[in-house]
C-alpha cells in the first residue's frame, strides 16, 4: 500500500469517501470494466446495478484490493491508494460483505466477529473470550442488531448472519461497506430489517456501495445508483429522480417490458393431476397435507407462497424426488405416484429446480455434459450402451444458440458461467426437450433483469405452444404476472386458489399469511369448486 | 463428547476387570500402551481440524520408533554417548520433517491427502527395516538402554495405586499432553485459526490469517506428537523390531480411530487411546492365561469390534467440512 506523502496524514475534507477515476480492468480477452469513473460521498448509500457480467463484482472487487486495476487510479477520502490485496483495503477502511458469507459454521457469533483479530490475554497465551464476546455485543448494541455473541453461527438464520458479516467489517474499523447482492439471500422481511440497518449505518456516518440487479432495492435504499452495462459505466443518477423503468432501460440497453404483454389462455385438458396428496418432509413431519389440483394444457398454474410453506415437498412429490405418503399424481393420463424420475422424464416432464447449483447441474462438468443430465437414457442420446456424444453436442449448441448463453462454449465448465447464463442453459435444456408438462420452481431467483425477461418469453411461448406449466415462486409479481390461476400455499395446504388479476397483493399476502381476507374466501370456492367439476 | 470420552474409560477398566484383576500394575501397563496411540491421535486432530487429514500417522510412528533407536545406536559410537533424550529429540525432528514432506506435498503440491498418507505409511514401512538391514544386517536392532522409571513423589507411596505413579517420562508427557491440546485448540488464537482452517479456510483467508500456514504448522505438529509416540514405544522396548508391520503394528491406525471416536476432542481421544491401551493389556492376559487357546489374530481383532460397537453408541463424528479438500487463496 503506498498513499500520496502529501497526504498521508490522513482525509482531505470534502473529499468524497470513494472516488475510482478511469479505472480499467482487461483480463485475458475481456474489457471487465471500461475507463469507469465511480464516486460515493461520505454518508450515503450508492446503489451500484446492472446485468450479470456487467462488471459490478469486477469494479467492487478492485476497490477492495482483489484486482489490481490495468489502469485508473483509487482514492479514498482524497487519498490515493493501490491496494495489493484486501488486508491493504481493511487497512484502509473498506470492508466486503461477500454474497456467500465468510463464516465458519461451527464457531461462535464473537469467534467470528474477532476471527484473524481476536484480543488476547496472558500475554497472548488464551484468547480473552469475555472480551471478544464483550466487544461483540457493545457494537452489535450500537447499530442496534439483534445478536447474541455466544450463539453458534449454523444457529442463526441467514438474515443474522449477514449481520455478523456486517460487524466483522465494522469490527476491523470499516468505514466504507461493499455489500455484494446482499438481499439476494433474504425473505421480504429480512430485506426491511437489512435496509433499516443500513440507515443506522449511514447515521453513524459509514459510507454504502451494494450491488444488486433488483432496481426496486436499489430505488428504496440508495442515494444514488450508478448502471454499468457490458463494463461501461451508462450513468450515475439520483435515486429520488429515477424510476424502474428508466434504470432498466440504461441496464440492458433497449426498452424491457416490466409488465408481461400475455395473450389469454388457450386452456385444453388436464396433464397433471393431483388428488389428496400428502407429502412428509425428511424429518417425518408432514409438509403437504391433502392437496387437489390439476394443472391444463396452455396454462400456467402458479403456487405463492412464503418459503417453507411446502412448495419445495410438493414439487419433489411431482418431480418424483420424493415419494408421496398418500395420494395419487395422473401425468398424461397415467397414474405416475410411484415412477421414478427417469420414467417422468421420458413421459416429457421437465424440471427447472429451485436451487440450480444443485439439482440442475453438476459445477464440474463442462456444458456438453451438463446438456446430457437427464436425457442419458432417451434414444435420441444413447443406445442404450454408449452415449451418442455427436447428438449430444449438436443439442447443446443448439441450447447455447437459442437461449443466448453467453460466453457461448461447451466445453467450459459450469461454475464458469455467471448465475443467469446458468439459469438460461438448464431453461433451455429443459424446454428444447419438447416436454408437455413444465416444473419450475422458483426459475428466475438470482437472476439479472435480462435473463429474467428472456425466461418469462420462453415460459409464455410454451404456454402457447399448450404445454402446460407449473410455476412455483416467492417473488409475488412475477407469479402474479404469469399465471392463469394461482393457488396460495400456506403450511402445506392449498389454502386458495384465485384468478391473479382479480386479487390484490394485500390480499395475497393475508392468503400467504394463512388468513382469509373477506371476499376472497367465496371467489376461491368457487374456482375450486369449478375445478373439481 | 467429554462424557463420551470419560465413559469409554469406565469401559476400559471395566473391561480391565472382568478379564483380570485390575491393579496398579494393569493400569499401569495400559497407560504404557496408551503412549503411541495417544500421541498419534492427539497430533492427528492437530493437522485434520486444520484440514489435513492425515493418515499416515502409523508411518510417522515407525519413523519416530526407529529414528530413536537409530540415534542411541549412532550416539553410542560418539563420544557424546547414548543419551535417550537426545535420541528422543532427533526422533521427533526425523517424524517432524517427514510430515513437512507430507503436508508440502498435499499443500504445494495439491496431492491427493489420502494417498499421499498412504505413501507415508508405506515409504516408513519399507525404510525403517530396509535401514535396519543396512545398519545391522537385520530387520531388528540390536538391544539398547531406553528411558527408566521415574517415581512421582508422594503419590508413587500411596498404598494400592502407588504402582501407577511410578512411570516413564513419556507417559507423564501424555497426561500433560491431552488437556495442552484441548487447551491450545480451544483458548488460542491459534487453535481457533485450526479450527477455522478446516471448516471454512476461505472466511479465515478473508479475515487476513495465512490458511497455508496453519495448515503447515498443525500437519508438522502431527509429525512431532508422531515422533513422541514413536520413540516412546522403541525407548521403552528399547529395540527396534521391522518385522511384519514392525513394532508400530498399526498403532498409528488406532490413534486415528480413537481421534475419530472422541470427535476431534483431545480428551475425548486421550480416554479413547487409553480404552485401546485397556484392550491391549486384556489381549495380552487372555493369549498368557487362556487354556482354551484363543487364537491370537482373533484376540487382535477385538480392538475393531470395539471401535464398530463403539461408534454405533457413540454416534457419529462430525469431520471438519473442509477436511481433505485443497485450498487455493483467490489473491
Redesign the interface.
Known amino acids: 500500500m503506498s498513499a500520496d506523502d502529501e497526504s498521508a496524514d490522513g482525509a482531505r475534507p470534502g473529499a468524497a469517501a470513494v472516488h475510482m477515476d478511469g479505472i480499467t480492468k482487461r483480463f485475458p480477452g475481456v474489457v471487465a470494466n471500461d475507463d469507469i469513473d465511480f464516486a460515493v460521498d461520505r454518508g450515503t448509500v450508492h446503489a451500484l446495478v446492472g446485468e450479470n457480467g456487467a462488471g459490478k463484482t469486477t469494479l467492487m472487487n478492485v476497490l477492495y484490493?482483489?484486482y489490481e486495476p490495468t489502469e485508473g487510479s483509487v482514492r479514498i477520502d482524497g487519498v490515493r491508494h493501490e491496494f495489493d490485496?484486501?488486508?491493504d483495503a481493511?487497512d484502509a477502511g473498506i470492508g466486503m460483505i461477500?454474497q456467500h458469507?465468510?463464516?465458519?459454521?461451527?464457531?461462535t457469533v464473537a469467534?467470528?466477529v474477532v476471527?484473524?483479530?481476536?484480543p488476547?490475554k496472558w500475554g497472548?497465551?488464551?484468547?480473552d473470550?469475555a472480551q471478544a464476546i464483550e466487544e461483540t455485543k457493545a457494537l452489535a448494541e450500537r447499530y442496534g442488531f439483534d445478536l447474541d455473541p455466544t450463539a453458534q453461527i449454523d444457529e442463526i438464520s441467514i438474515g443474522e448472519q449477514q449481520r455478523v458479516e456486517i460487524l466483522?467489517a465494522l469490527y476491523r474499523g470499516a468505514e466504507i461497506l461493499i455489500l455484494d447482492e446482499p438481499t439476494a439471500v433474504l425473505t421480504p422481511q429480512e430485506v426491511e430489517g437489512l435496509f433499516d440497518i443500513l440507515e443506522e449505518l449511514i447515521a453513524e456516518g459509514k459510507t454504502i456501495i451494494f450491488i444488486t440487479h433488483k432496481l426496486g432495492e436499489a430505488l428504496e435504499a440508495a442515494d444514488e445508483i450508478s448502471v454499468l452495462r457490458d463494463g461501461k459505466l451508462v450513468g450515475t443518477v439520483s435515486s429520488a429522480a429515477a424510476s424502474q423503468e428508466e434504470l432498466a432501460r440504461m441496464m440492458v440497453g433497449r426498452d424491457v417490458l416490466l409488465d408481461l404483454e400475455k395473450p389469454a389462455a388457450q386452456r385444453g385438458d388436464p396433464i397433471l393431476e393431483v388428488e389428496e396428496m400428502s407429502v412428509e418432509d425428511d424429518r417425518g413431519v408432514t409438509a403437504v397435507s391433502d392437496v387437489d389440483f390439476a394443472v391444463h394444457e396452455g396454462e400456467v398454474f402458479g403456487i405463492a407462497g412464503v418459503d417453507g410453506n411446502g412448495q419445495s415437498e410438493l414439487i419433489e412429490a411431482i418431480t418424483g424426488l420424493h415419494q408421496p405418503s398418500s395420494g395419487t399424481i395422473t401425468f398424461d393420463g397415467s397414474q405416475i405416484t410411484t415412477a421414478s424420475r427417469s420414467d417422468r422424464i421420458g413421459m416429457g416432464m421437465a424440471y427447472i429446480a429451485e436451487d440450480r447449483q444443485k439439482r440442475s447441474l453438476v459445477m464440474d462438468y463442462d456444458l456438453r455434459r451438463n446438456g446430457l443430465l437427464g436425457c442419458q437414457r432417451l434414444p435420441e442420446f444413447s443406445n442404450g450402451f454408449r452415449i451418442d456424444w455427436e447428438s449430444t453436442e449438436e443439442y447443446v449448441d443448439d441450447v447455447i444458440d437459442e437461449y443466448d448463453v453467453r460466453p457461448p462454449d461447451p466445453s467450459a465448465d459450469a461454475h464458469s458461467f455467471s448465475g443467469g447464463n446458468q439459469q438460461k442453459f438448464i431453461v433451455g435444456r429443459e424446454f428444447e426437450r419438447d416436454p408437455s408438462l413444465v416444473v419450475a420452481s422458483q426459475p428466475t431467483r438470482g437472476v439479472d433483469i435480462g435473463s429474467i425477461e428472456f425466461i418469462h418469453d420462453r415460459l409464455l411461448d410454451l404456454r402457447a405452444d399448450g404445454t402446460a406449466i407449473l410455476l412455483v415462486s416467492s417473488k409475488l409479481d412475477e407469479v402474479r404476472q404469469l399465471s392463469d390461476r394461482l393457488a396460495v400455499m400456506h403450511d402445506g395446504e392449498i389454502v386458495a386458489v384465485v384468478d391473479p388479476d382479480a386479487v390484490s397483493e394485500e390480499e395475497l399476502g393475508l392468503l400467504m399469511a394463512g388468513e382469509q381476507p373477506a371476499g376472497i374466501t367465496a371467489e376461491s370456492a368457487r374456482v375450486r369448486g369449478g375445478e373439481s367439476a | 463428547m467429554l462424557y463420551a470420552g470419560a465413559g469409554l474409560a469406565v469401559v476400559a477398566v471395566a473391561c480391565l476387570w472382568l478379564f483380570g484383576p485390575v491393579d496398579a500394575s494393569s493400569i499401569a501397563m495400559a497407560l504404557r500402551f496408551t503412549v503411541p496411540i495417544g500421541f498419534a491421535a492427539l497430533g492427528g486432530i492437530f493437522s485434520e481440524k486444520a484440514g489435513i487429514i492425515n493418515i499416515g500417522l502409523e508411518g510417522l510412528l515407525i519413523i519416530g520408533a526407529f529414528s530413536a533407536v537409530a540415534s542411541m545406536y549412532a550416539l553410542s559410537l560418539t563420544p557424546i554417548g547414548a543419551n535417550v533424550w537426545l535420541a528422543f529429540g532427533f526422533a521427533i525432528v526425523a517424524s517432524a520433517v517427514v510430515a513437512l514432506l507430507f503436508a508440502i506435498a498435499c499443500i504445494e503440491f495439491k496431492a491427493d491427502q489420502v494417498i499421499a498418507g498412504l505413501a507415508v505409511w508405506l515409504i516408513a514401512l519399507g525404510f525403517a527395516p530396509f535401514a535396519s538391514t543396512i545398519v545391522w544386517g537385520q530387520v531388528n536392532s540390536p538391544s539398547v538402554d531406553g528411558f527408566s522409571k521415574w517415581a512421582i513423589p508422594g503419590l508413587a507411596d500411596l498404598p494400592v495405586f502407588g504402582d501407577i505413579f511410578v512411570m516413564r517420562p513419556p507417559v507423564m508427557l501424555l497426561i500433560v499432553a491431552g488437556p495442552l491440546t484441548w487447551y491450545v485448540l480451544n483458548?488460542?488464537?491459534f487453535g481457533?485459526?485450526i479450527?477455522?482452517s478446516g471448516?471454512?479456510p476461505?472466511?479465515?483467508d478473508?479475515?487476513?490469517?495465512d490458511v497455508q500456514l496453519v495448515r503447515y504448522v498443525g500437519t508438522v505438529l502431527s509429525g512431532v506428537y508422531c515422533g513422541i509416540g514413536g520413540a516412546a514405544l522403541a525407548l521403552r522396548v528399547g529395540q527396534f523390531t521391522g518385522g511384519g508391520e514392525t513394532m508400530v503394528n498399526g498403532r498409528g491406525f488406532i490413534g486415528l480411530t480413537a481421534y475419530l471416536i472422541g470427535n476431534y476432542n483431545p480428551i475425548g481421544a486421550f480416554f479413547a487411546s487409553f480404552l485401546f491401551g485397556g484392550l491391549e493389556v486384556i489381549q495380552l492376559s487372555i493369549q498368557r492365561t487362556s487354556d482354551i487357546g484363543i487364537p491370537t489374530r482373533l484376540v487382535g481383532v477385538l480392538p475393531y469390534v470395539i471401535v464398530l460397537v463403539v461408534l454405533v453408541f457413540v454416534g457419529k463424528t462430525q469431520m471438519p467440512?473442509s477436511a481433505g479438500d485443497h485450498y487455493e487463496s483467490?489473491?
Open positions: 484490493g482483489l490485496g484486501p488486508s481493511m461477500h458469507f465468510m463464516l465458519v459454521d461451527t464457531m469467534e467470528n476471527l484473524g483479530n481476536e488476547t497472548g497465551f488464551a484468547t473470550r466483522k | 483458548r488460542t488464537r481457533l485459526w479450527e477455522a471448516e471454512d476461505k472466511a479465515l478473508t479475515a487476513g490469517v467440512s483467490d489473491d
